[in-house]
């Protein structure tokens, strides 16, 4: 029996760790800690609820536009006007957080997730002229191989070319990402953390230079996502295709819906081109009950509530309490443990009868010969994810033309109220959901659930592991010391800790010790 700790096993985007006990060869128990406590929500007690567009941002510099949007939607209802947001405030919203997803993605699969399956060494006797790779030569003659390592050894099956190609896909993704978040900030204002999304629509105009100027960035990034990312996910899954089979999860998937065709005031009833709803492993969609959200600690480093609705929910932490082992709480539907993500979206759109939807997925399914039962799998996330990438970046292109310059973004509000709001929403990495109690005009209550909490949240008081957990047991692991199959399917869910968790220390204390590998 081996113990195998990863610690961090996030690249960027927070700290994580991974427990996994090892019997034989097979994963028996897991443990996905988050180890950083940040009480974001905490900030915004007793200040004008409108900060929380801007303040809740700040949770995450990769996904900043969903943590504004969902506030706006919460805020929207919390003012009333939910139901009056103009076709252009919808519409910009939805360009600002589209190319947003474009962004996140793309990072995802070059700069956070490739480097499980693309050998960098490749480039060590590089002979050819693109001046990328010879940069990366140097890089490794040097010695100088960050942020390429520390790695695991041993399973790199691209061959040299493929290797060499996608290196040099990397550094053009960088390149990509800073067109994306140049769209991003063309109505948004700045990225991270646009300053236009506010609730009631948003402060931006739309005006002919800035629609062609997001629609030029728009069609280089679909260009880019037609050439590179999609046939390097293919590449990658035709080389590890036994990655369709590994790393399943809880297979019950959940999503908010995302990207708004109308303003209805109810976020279950609202039309949103990404569907809303719960998606089962025999493929049936489920309508979504807002009220069966709970979130519990019993494994997390908060005081003991019990399960509880969003709405009552609170952020006191309680650093000593036995037997927790995360800053992650545990989100519940109904009592349920369920995965989000693009993979939760796809299945959604999917079962609902998309028919782009259903092109794209049928089609890389009948490359691989596989049936849709493949796609709760790490190859089943990463192939999600590209399809969105490029479905969600031509629908932009479409919604910029409908902008409509001149008539208005934004619909005003009476600040004096006392009531409440739930901002049900997608971020790049699945359901997101902020919830704001509003009393005599300041925050009375907030609390926001991620998508990285859904999956990477701890075993509930039942005993259910979450999603990862569950994606981690009974995984065969071929070497101990070279854990790839833990790493690839915890990385397939593109965990992000600064959002999941609830600031290092106010002294910089670290929280954690740092051991990759086998202990
Ligand atoms: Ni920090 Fe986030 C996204 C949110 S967390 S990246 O996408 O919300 O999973
Ligand atoms: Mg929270």
Redesign the pocket.
Known sequence: MAKIVIDPISRV??HMKIEAVVENGVVKEAKSSGMMYRGLENILLGRDPRDAARIMQR??????T??GL?AAFALDEAYGVNGSITDNGRILRNLIQGANFVQ?HILHFYQLAALDYVDVTACADYSGSDPDLKKVKDFIARGHLGPFVPRYEGDYRLSKQENLAAVAHYVKALNMRRLAHDAVAVFGGKMPHNMSIVAGGVTATPTIDKIAGFIWRMEQLIDFINSYYLPDVLMVANRYSDYFGIGAGCKQFMSFGCFDLDSNPDLTKRHRWLPQGIVSSDLKLRRLDPSKITEEVANSWFKETGPVHPYDGSTDADREKAGAYSWIKSPRYDGEVLE??PLARMLASYVSGDKAVQGQVNGVLGKFNASPDALFSVLGRHASRAIETKLVAEKLKDWALQLQPGQPTFTDFNLDVNSRGMGLH?????A?GHWIVVEGGKTKNYQ?V???????GPTDAKGQPGPMEQSLIGTKVKDERNPFELVRIVRSY???????VHVVTPKGEDLGRFVVGAE
């Open positions: 985007e927070g949770i995450c510099g990769v996904c900043p969903s943590h969902a996140s989000v993500g997608e971020a790049p990495r699945g997101l926001a991620v998508p990285t909490t859904w999956n990477a593109d965990p992000c800790l600064s959002c999941a």
